[in-house]
């Protein structure tokens, strides 16, 4: 497990300087004084066993050896009324002027008096070479000089190197510093009562509108039998029938028949009715719980910003005694700030979500158990959370992790069980957003449901969104300095591509879903919402330039794995409907980072738009298009074989070459899809000869294979009748096989025009084209192994094709 902290923070176990036993992670307080360490329910005074925390402890500073700690009563003083030598000049220091700068301005210190590091020094002191004692642990001071320990600042300076780590961002005093686990309880309570009535009246007001539409059916059912019954009492005469007693004996065959045809109409009509109803009061009742989790959020919010500043209140100013000193900080808002464009990218906050490994692992430790309360969930979700990133995480990998959408739930659930903590989720009224942002307010975090519409499950390029199936909601959380977007619902749960097909005759709906977490839809960069995601409200786009829905339905069609490979689009021109020329062509480009190029294998399918069909004249739709690698740009050349319209689904995968030559088979998902239009056909384009499918040209082969190409490196060729293709191996390959193709003629047939010869590292394919017209090559190979064996027994590889034109 990667470990969230700097390197000089010590080692996963290192020893409690109380009790000598090993520390862990999940319960660490340090490195404090000489690199220490403590459990939490270890750190308490030396003297008098006082629990203390990060804002009250004291070290010894007459002794540099003492690395115990105190509460303020029982430090070790100089005696009253003196100061000792590290002490000298701080009354000056505190009457100069602070400073304005940028450095580390949301890092929060654990003393109690608040210092700027200008007015004293201290940057200069920390930033200065020093000079080291003999055991390598103490530094030498001059007067007026401080060290780190001295002063307290050291966990302040551990916690610069997390936030390298994760940008900048807000430090949090911890929760439990200032906001009691009961105090917390009881609010939550005191919401449960309220979300207790309100679902009651959910209850009542089912009951009612179930009974009201019962007792409606009924009256219409009476009165239509009343009608069939007066038509079958009068005979052709117009004479009345005697009536009997028993009705049902005397109805005649056809009287049965539309009584029978009668009950099954009002019976789905009740059905439909109850089905509208239903719809239509969870609606309502997602609205009401929506306001009622905003009301109470706020209220949070409220309780933990009064906590919050009551702590600031109670910090000690400038002591003759003792002296602390924090940095200059940036408070978390204590209101909600206005929607704006973040000013930092997500990869400036943090690069690779390995570095959240440990806080994943907590999460995922937490969604194992089951808990009461809202407290109980949230407070050891981020007890070692010391930034708001970290808290957002903490709660965004809970949801994901305990994948609501599949839990079970009992049919009675009481007021004091697991369960009823997630009752709004089995009722269908709270959903992962509105959750998310409960939690938020839990931690202190403020966060807010957008609505909106998204391109999600049976979306199509070029479809308009104005429709109910799409609309959708999502969570903007405030961490970092600024608003980012967060999807609970899709970094949890994944759509099976057409690569990746369910099982056939399963029967089970749910084939179609995988559930696998996806880190793109955490703190999501507005540049990359904005292709799948569009508020109803402009400002919530977090764009210095809001786009239009317009151009949001005209925007490429791309999923989360465009960015997470670093795709780009380089032409601006390309939309999610492309049109072809006279000839039915038309061009995609899409473009690689240099670091992902080596790694990437792209793939697509083409069909026939809204349906399954991907043949034409039982030929393969994939002839139509030429895929092609040049430098850092994907090519995909369509050309359309009759005016139709058609669906591009482009794939990817990243792998090394170690992998691809394995001979196991590749998973691809979707990139991105393209609606083709062919309107205006006037020449007709034969399909491309019937290769191994993938990629043409040597671009692969110089991935994949290191084979350089020496003659040839495009993937089309025009050539004479004969024609040589060199490569030259970087590393030993061995059986090649080449294969020529031609439409209208079998391969075999073609066997004897192709062959291959081996000098040292160069590979020469020498071919001979038996009539002129358009020719496709493919090259297989595997590597040596110096075992005989498994070298027989490895298949053979598809490294290279090209497509060749060959004139006389």
Avoid at 145 to 155: G, M, R, S
Avoid at 372 to 398: G, H, M, N, S, Y
Wanted: net charge positive; aromatic share 10%.
């Amino acid at each position: 497990m990667a470990n969230r902290f700097s390197a000089s923070t010590g080692s996963l176990g290192s020893l409690c300087l109380r009790c000598s036993s090993t520390v862990y992670q999940v319960d660490k307080i340090g490195p404090l004084k000489d690199f220490t360490f403590f459990h939490q329910n270890c750190f308490k005074c030396s003297t008098c066993g006082t629990k203390l925390s990060l804002k009250t402890y004291y070290n010894n500073q007459q002794d540099k050896d003492d690395k115990e700690i105190y509460c303020q009563s029982h430090v070790p003083r100089t005696g009253p009324g003196h100061l000792d030598g590290m002490s000298v000049g701080i009354k000056s220091a505190l009457k100069a002027p602070k400073q304005k700068y940028v450095l580390n301005e949301q890092i929060r210190g654990f003393g109690k008096g608040t210092f700027d590091v200008e007015a004293v020094g201290i940057k200069t002191a920390l930033s200065s070479p020093r000079v080291r004692e003999a055991d390598g642990r103490h530094r030498n001071h001059s007067a007026g000089t401080f060290d780190a320990n001295a002063l307290h600042i050291a966990h302040g300076i551990n916690a610069t190197k997390v936030q390298k780590k994760y940008g900048s961002q807000q430090f949090e005093s911890r929760l439990e510093e200032y906001l009691d686990e009961n105090t917390q309880k009881d609010l939550e309570m005191r919401h449960r009562v309220e979300e207790d009535a309100l679902y009651q009246q959910f209850a009542k007001k089912r009951a009612e509108e179930e009974k009201r539409i019962k007792h409606s059916i009924q009256e219409e059912w009476e009165k239509e039998l009343e009608r069939l019954t007066k038509r079958f009492q009068v005979d052709p005469k117009g004479e009345k029938k005697k009536i009997l007693s028993d009705v049902e004996k005397t109805l005649t065959l056809k009287q049965q028949k539309e009584r029978r045809d009668l009950e099954r109409n009002m019976t789905f009509k009740l059905g439909k009715k109850k089905e509208l109803l239903t719809r239509k009061l969870l609606e309502e009742e997602r609205t009401a719980t929506a306001d009622l989790i905003d009301k109470h959020s706020k209220e949070m919010m409220n309780l933990i910003n009064q906590k919050r500043n009551e702590l600031e209140k109670k910090k000690c100013t400038y002591s003759d005694r003792q002296c602390y000193v924090t940095e200059e900080l940036i408070p978390y808002p204590t209101h909600s700030p206005p929607p704006s464009p973040p000013k930092l990218s997500k990869r400036d906050i943090y690069n690779d979500p390995a570095v959240f490994a440990e806080l994943d692992q907590v999460a995922i430790n937490v969604a194992q158990e089951d808990q009461v309360t809202f407290t109980d969930l949230v407070r050891p979700l981020i007890a070692r959370c010391v930034t708001d990133v970290e808290k957002a995480r903490a709660i965004f990998r809970w949801i994901t992790v305990k994948n609501l959408n599949n839990m079970t739930f009992d049919s009675n659930i009481y007021d004091d069980t697991p369960m009823a903590l997630l009752r709004g989720i089995k009722n269908g009224t709270e959903s992962y957003h509105v959750l998310f942002k409960r939690l938020c307010s839990y931690a202190g975090l403020h966060c807010v449901v957008i609505k909106g519409y998204s391109k999600s499950a049976g979306y199509q390029p070029g479809d308009s969104v104005q429709d109910s199936r799409f609309r959708n909601s999502w969570n903007a959380v405030y961490v970092a300095g600024a608003w980012r977007f967060v999807q609970c619902n899709w970094g949890a749960r994944h759509l099976v591509n057409s690569k990746e097909t369910s099982q056939p005759g399963s029967g089970n709906k749910d084939d179609s879903l995988r559930y696998e977490y996806d880190d793109h839809y955490f703190l999501t960069d507005p540049n990359e919402f904005i292709y799948e995601f569009f508020p109803f409200q402009p400002e919530w786009q977090l764009l210095k330039r809001p786009v239009t829905l317009q151009e949001f339905e005209e925007n490429p069609f791309v999923r989360s794995l465009f960015f997470r490979y670093r795709l780009y689009l380089p032409d601006e021109t390309t939309t999610a409907v492309m049109r072809t020329d006279t000839s039915g062509a038309v061009v995609v480009n899409i473009a690689m980072t240099s670091h992902m190029s080596s790694n990437l294998i792209f793939h697509y399918s083409l069909k026939f738009f809204g349906s399954n069909v991907n043949t034409y004249n039982d030929i393969n739709l994939k002839r139509f298009v030429l895929q092609s690698v040049v430098d850092n740009i994907v090519t995909f050349r369509l050309h359309a074989p009759c005016r139709s319209t058609l669906l591009l689904d482009i794939f990817a995968n990243a792998i090394t070459p170690q992998e691809y030559l394995s001979g196991e088979p590749m998973k691809f998902k979707s990139v991105c899809k393209f609606k083709i239009l062919c309107e205006n056909l006037q020449s007709l384009m034969v399909p491309l000869p019937d290769c191994a499918s993938g990629e043409w040209g040597p671009a692969k082969a110089l991935r994949l294979f290191g084979l350089f190409p020496l003659t040839h490196k495009e993937a089309i060729i025009v050539s004479s009748l004969d024609l040589e293709i060199q490569f030259r191996m970087s590393r030993p390959l061995t059986d090649f096989i080449a294969t020529l193709h031609k439409n209208g003629i079998d391969k075999e047939a073609l066997s004897k025009y192709v062959s291959y010869k081996a000098e040292d590292e160069t590979i020469t394919f020498v071919l001979i084209f038996p009539e002129e017209g358009q020719y496709g090559f493919d090259i297989y190979t595997r590597e040596k192994t110096t075992c005989v064996q498994s070298s027989d027994n490895q298949l053979l590889t598809h490294c290279c094709k090209y497509l060749i034109r060959s004139k006389g």
